[in-house]
């Protein structure tokens, strides 16, 4: 009786029967549950092929050169003879400032300097006979007539020079970005009226990381994709390394790489995002196999009938997708590409002699 009470375990404390029957649950779980197929082991032969050692970056399409332009002096907008999309040839008035204040500050320094000339005449005149002679005061008078005319004189070339600065010209040829201020509003030195960019040539800006600008030599051959234009990859060639660091908004150190783009048909528009690849190293013709074969960066497995072999090889240059392999592997040999899924028969244990 005390047996049949046992079996009959809904008489349990549920701190006992509870976890007992999920125990009993997952057991069964465990055995009759569909096991998970094993991933098939992929091989493939080595291959002739292409290996380029790439350094990738993000970067903006510029032109050759740019100039901002600006006025050197405050004053009010008196004409702007361009807008953005303009084609300016080096040279011509892009925008000039009213000028009748300047009319009146020269013609107050030309009044000034009569004054002063006049005055320092009449002070050479009055000790005409006596410069060999003059006493103190005579010569600290004439020479302070002398030195404020000469300062009158400087106020008139200062104010002849305004009326310069009172015009911009295009410093180069090229494709106005930028003419945003209108006639009549007021400006200074910090404003930029204008913007000309030289887009005879096109130029990716290349943001390369400091760590990487020693492989980077001018000649280099390059692609350049823009996210405006994805389904498009353009030829470039290093046409310039700058020589200084910058640091971008997240912080990293980079150097800039000019890439020649030549002039391809497509709108420019200066600052159009993209990204650049630059061959820093290259082979052709040669053995390859893909890069996920390769395992501690120098062995592989290949198939031996029904088992696999782990074998050491000898490799060259490596691409995101392939490597080359100099040595180690046969033509006929069957290279496995998913290492990882690969299962070799476990080694017989050890037996004592006599053990059977």
């Not at 080359?324 to 998913?338: A, Y």
């Amino acid at each position: 009786m005390k047996l049949l009470k046992f079996f009959k375990f809904w008489h349990w404390p549920k701190k006992i029967w509870i976890p007992l029957l999920l125990i009993i649950i997952g057991a069964l779980y465990f055995v009759f549950a569909p096991k998970q197929a094993s991933e098939p082991v992929l091989t493939i032969k080595m291959q002739k092929g292409d290996v380029k050692e790439l350094i990738s970056s993000s970067g903006t399409l510029e032109g050759t050169d740019s100039a901002d332009l600006r006025f050197k002096i405050s004053g009010k907008l008196n004409y702007i003879g361009v807008k953005s999309g303009d084609f300016v040839n080096k040279g011509k008035l892009i925008a000039s400032l009213d000028t009748q204040d300047l009319q009146i500050n020269l013609q107050q320094a030309r009044n000034s300097f009569e004054a002063k000339d006049s005055t320092a005449k009449r002070v050479e005149d009055d000790l005409h006979d006596q410069v060999s002679d003059e006493d103190y005061t005579e010569r600290e008078e004439r020479v302070n007539a002398q030195k404020a005319r000469d300062s009158a004189y400087d106020d008139i070339k200062a104010a002849q020079r305004a009326f310069q600065d009172a015009n911009i010209y295009a410093p180069l040829s090229g494709i106005v970005t930028k003419a945003d201020p209108n006639a009549g509003q007021v400006v200074g030195p910090t404003d930029i009226i204008a913007q000309i960019v030289d887009n005879s040539q096109y130029v990716f800006e290349a943001e390369i990381d400091e760590s990487d600008i020693g492989l980077v030599k001018s000649g280099q051959k390059a692609s350049v994709t823009l996210n405006s234009y994805p389904d498009q990859t353009f030829e470039a060639t290093v046409s310039d390394i700058n020589p200084a660091i910058e640091t971008t908004d997240s912080g990293a150190t980079v150097v800039i790489v000019k890439l020649v783009l030549g002039k391809p048909e497509i709108n420019f528009v200066s600052g159009l995002n993209g990204q650049a690849d630059i061959i820093t190293n290259e082979v052709s013709g040669v053995n390859t196999i893909p890069v996920e074969a390769l395992m501690d960066a120098d062995e592989v497995y290949i198939k031996k009938g029904d088992t696999y072999e782990k074998v050491k090889i000898e490799t060259g240059l490596q691409s995101d997708t392939v490597v080359e392999v100099k040595s180690g592997l046969s033509p006929e040999d069957e290279v496995v590409t998913n290492p990882e899924d690969v299962k070799l028969p476990e080694s017989n244990s050890f037996k004592f002699p006599g053990q059977s």
